[in-house]
C-alpha cells in the first residue's frame, strides 16, 4: 500500500458519508446540542431509572435519524471499556450498607455510583460517536472557529488535522528502512534505535513547521487564519438542533416533578 | 489590485521598472557562515530566468530573500520599483508568488479552495472576488475538478500544480518557484512545464534540473559559493561544458545540448 492511500487522517476513518439532517446540520450546532444534552443526562440523578429509559430512547432515535448502522455504533463502543472496569469495581469498592447479590454482598452506595456512571458513559460515547461519524473534521474545524474557540487552539487543530497523516507517513517510511535492515522491536535493546527514531521524527516534523511557516508569511499571513463568511442557521436547522437537548431537558423535568 | 499601479507614478518613466532588481546582495547566517556574497541579478516584465547551481550554492537562501522572508546584511531588493523594505514587505509578498519545493509545505489548508484562496483572503479581497480568482487559478493549472478535496488526496503532480495555483491566486508580479520538476514522474513534469509555459508570467525559477531550465527559461544564470558566475542564454550556457564542470553541474546522461539549437 502506498503512503497516498495509508495517508488518511483519524478524523476521516470515522466520519461515515451521509445525507441525514444529522450529516447536514452545521458543525457548531452540532457539538452545542451534544454538550448540553450530555449535561442535562450527567446531571440527572442515577435513581431516576425513568429519565434514563427516556435518554436511551433519545439515543437511539438519534443513531436511526443518522442512519447509522450498528455495525459501525457498537464496535467504536469500545472506547468505554476502561470506565466500565472502574465503574465495575464501585460496588465492590464501595462502603456503607451492603446487599447480598449471589455470592457477594456489594456495597449499595456502590451499585448505585456504578450504573450511574455506566449509563452516562454510555450516552456521551454513543453522541460523540455519531457526532464524529456525521461530521467531517474540516466542518468540525469550522465549528469551533464559530463557536469562537480561541483561533490558536483552532489552528493548531487545524494543522493537526492537516499533517497527522503526513507525518504518519513519514513514521511509516522510517518503520519500513528499519525493518529493511534487519531490525526488529524486542526488548530493551531496541529502545534506543526507538527513541532515536521518535527523536529524528520530532526534529523533522518541527522542521517541516518551519517550512509550513514560511509558506503561510509568503502568503500574507499575519497570525490570524483568514475564513469564508459562514451562512447563516438557517430556522429548521436550528429547531433540529435545539430539540436534542430539550427533550433531554423534558424527559429531565417530568421525571423530576414525578419524585417531588 | 496588488501592483496593478506601481508604474503610474507622476514621473511616469517610459519603460516599465524590471519585475525583480537584486543588486549587490549579501547574506550571513546567524551562526556566521556566509550564504550570498554580492548578488546582482535583473530580471525583465515577462522574462523566464532559471537560477542553476549545485547543493549548497545559496539557492533558496537567495530565493527566501526574495520576497523578504530573510533579510540582507548588505545590498537590497527590488520588485516592480519598489524596494522591499519592513514597511514595504507586507505589500511585496503579495507581488510575489513563491511556490516551495514541497507540496506538504505549501498545502496548509484542509481544502484545495480553501488553500488557493488563502492568498487573496490574507490581501483583504472581497467574497466574490476571492471566489472568482480561486476559480480562475484552479482552471489555469487545470485542477478545478478538485476543489473540494483535501490535499492529500491527490498525487504530487496534482498537488505540485495546485501549488502553484495558491500563488496565482493573488496575481503575483513575479512567479518564484524553487524545483519545480523534483520528484515528479515524467508525464507529471511535462504537465507542470505546460501550465508554466501558458502561464507567461515572469518567472524565476531555481533548479538543478538543467534539461527543465532549457525547456522553460530562456535565461539562466549560475549561482555558486554565493555569486552570480554567469548569466547567458540557457541554450549557449548548457553546451559550456566547462563552465558547468567547473560549477557541479551535469547534464543527465544521454542529453546532447547541441540538440537545442537544431
Known amino acids: 500500500m502506498g503512503d497516498h492511500q495509508a495517508g488518511h487522517d483519524i478524523g476521516e476513518r470515522l466520519y461515515v458519508p451521509g445525507a441525514t439532517i444529522v450529516h447536514r446540520l452545521p458543525a457548531h450546532l452540532k457539538l452545542l446540542a451534544a454538550v448540553t444534552t450530555i449535561l442535562v443526562v450527567v446531571a440527572t440523578p442515577p435513581t431516576w431509572l425513568w429519565a434514563f429509559a427516556g435518554y436511551a ?12 448502522p450498528l455495525r459501525v455504533v457498537v464496535p467504536r463502543m469500545v472506547v468505554e471499556v476502561p470506565v466500565l472496569v472502574f465503574a465495575l469495581l464501585l460496588p465492590i469498592l464501595g ?12 456495597s449499595q452506595a456502590g451499585l448505585w455510583a456504578g450504573w450511574g456512571i455506566i449509563v452516562k458513559a454510555t450516552f456521551g460515547v454513543v453522541t460523540s460517536i455519531v457526532l464524529a461519524a456525521t461530521t467531517s473534521t474540516n466542518d468540525m474545524v469550522a465549528g469551533l472557529r464559530r463557536l469562537r474557540v480561541p483561533d490558536q487552539f483552532v489552528q493548531i487543530f487545524a494543522a493537526m488535522v492537516r499533517y497527522v497523516h503526513v507525518v504518519g507517513a513519514e513514521a ?13 522491536a524486542k526488548g530493551p535493546r531496541s529502545w534506543s534505535v526507538l527513541g532515536q527514531s521518535l527523536g529524528t521524527l520530532f526534529i523533522r516534523s518541527y522542521e517541516r513547521g518551519e517550512r509550513v511557516h514560511l509558506a503561510m508569511l509568503s502568503r500574507g499571513y499575519t497570525g490570524a487564519m483568514p475564513t469564508a463568511p459562514a451562512a447563516p442557521d438557517s430556522r429548521s436547522q436550528l429547531m433540529w438542533a435545539v430539540s436534542f437537548p430539550a427533550v433531554a431537558a423534558v424527559v429531565w423535568l417530568v421525571v423530576a416533578s414525578g419524585y417531588r | 489590485m496588488a501592483g496593478c499601479c506601481v508604474g503610474l507614478s507622476v ?25 550570498l556574497r554580492g548578488v546582482d541579478l535583473e530580471v ?30 548588505s545590498g537590497q531588493v527590488s520588485i516592480g520599483g519598489e524596494v522591499l523594505t519592513d514597511d514595504s514587505v507586507r505589500q511585496i509578498r503579495q507581488q510575489v508568488g513563491m511556490v516551495f519545493q514541497d507540496p506538504d509545505d505549501q498545502l496548509f489548508m484542509p481544502t484545495v479552495f480553501d488553500d488557493v484562496a488563502f492568498g487573496p483572503r490574507n490581501a483583504g479581497l472581497a467574497d466574490d472576488q476571492v471566489n472568482q480568482r480561486v476559480a480562475l487559478a484552479l482552471e489555469q493549472v487545470g485542477m478545478a475538478a478538485v476543489a473540494d478535496r483535501p490535499p492529500h488526496h491527490l498525487s504530487l503532480g496534482q498537488r505540485r500544480r495546485v501549488a502553484i495555483a495558491t500563488v496565482l491566486s493573488m496575481d503575483p508580479q513575479l512567479l518564484v518557484l524553487d524545483e519545480p520538476s523534483s520528484n515528479l514522474d515524467p508525464s507529471s513534469r511535462r504537465e507542470v512545464a505546460e501550465v508554466l509555459l501558458a502561464l507567461g508570467r515572469t518567472t524565476v525559477m531555481v533548479t538543478h534540473d538543467l534539461p527543465y531550465a532549457a525547456l522553460l527559461c530562456p535565461r539562466s544564470v549560475i549561482l555558486s559559493q554565493g555569486r552570480i558566475v554567469a548569466d547567458q542564454d540557457t541554450t549557449d550556457l548548457l553546451q559550456n561544458a566547462d563552465l558547468l564542470a567547473r560549477h557541479r553541474l ?3 546522461f544521454g542529453f546532447d545540448p547541441a540538440t537545442l539549437t537544431a
Do not use: C, H, W
Not at chain 1, 57 to 68: D, P, S, W
Not at chain 1, 95 to 106: Q, S
Open chain 2, 250 to 252: 551535469e547534464l543527465p
Open chain 2, 44 to 73: 525583465a516584465v515577462g522574462e523566464r530566468v532559471a537560477v542553476l547551481g549545485p547543493n549548497g550554492a545559496g539557492k533558496t537562501t537567495l530565493m527566501l530573500q526574495l520576497n523578504g522572508l530573510l533579510r540582507p546584511t
Open chain 1, 57 to 68: 430512547a433519545l439515543a437511539v432515535a438519534l443513531v436511526a435519524t443518522a442512519k447509522l
Open chain 2, 11 to 35: 514621473t511616469s518613466p517610459p519603460v516599465p521598472a524590471p519585475a525583480l532588481v537584486v543588486s549587490g546582495l549579501g547574506y550571513d547566517y546567524p551562526d556566521g557562515t556566509t550564504a
Open chain 1, 95 to 106: 462502603t456503607g450498607p451492603r446487599i447480598a447479590v449471589g455470592p457477594l454482598t456489594l
Open chain 1, 172 to 184: 511509516r517510511r522510517m518503520n519500513r528502512a528499519r525493518t529493511a535492515r534487519g531490525f526488529t
